[in-house]
């Protein structure tokens, strides 16, 4: 199937979407700051990168304008369930325009995450 990065300070969530997408046939790796996640994508392919917008180290925002910068045709999901005092919609469609194919709003089910993993590698 694909490689895919998934990158979330949540450990909970990381783990999570990893066993949905390894149960799906995909190879993951996961990653809770931008920092791993950049070395990671150094070191081999990645088809698809998950990423959340709000992280303690740096904003998905900027991880998706590296990702275009070094990686310019690689697929970009984007996840947000929003920030403390943010809602996620206006920063979902911030990522859109940033350089990211799709995005899910959190909390989103196994099949919504499936679904859109199929469609950005069938692109």
Do not use: W
């Amino acid at each position: 199937m694909a490689n895919i990065l998934v990158l979330d300070d949540v450990q909970e969530i990381t783990v999570l979407l990893q066993r949905i997408l390894e149960s799906a046939g995909h190879e993951v790796a996961v990653a809770c700051s931008v920092k791993d996640a950049l070395d990671i994508l150094s070191k081999g392919p990645t088809d698809l990168v998950i990423t959340d917008i709000f992280m303690p180290d740096r904003d998905g925002l900027e991880f998706i304008k590296d990702i275009r910068t070094k990686y310019p045709s690689m697929k970009i999901l984007v996840i947000s369930g929003g920030g403390k005092n943010f809602p996620a919609q206006p920063f979902l469609t911030l990522a859109q325009h940033s350089g990211a194919q799709q995005t899910l709003m959190k909390p989103f089910g196994p099949a919504a995450l499936r679904q859109a993993v199929s469609e950005l590698l069938s692109t």
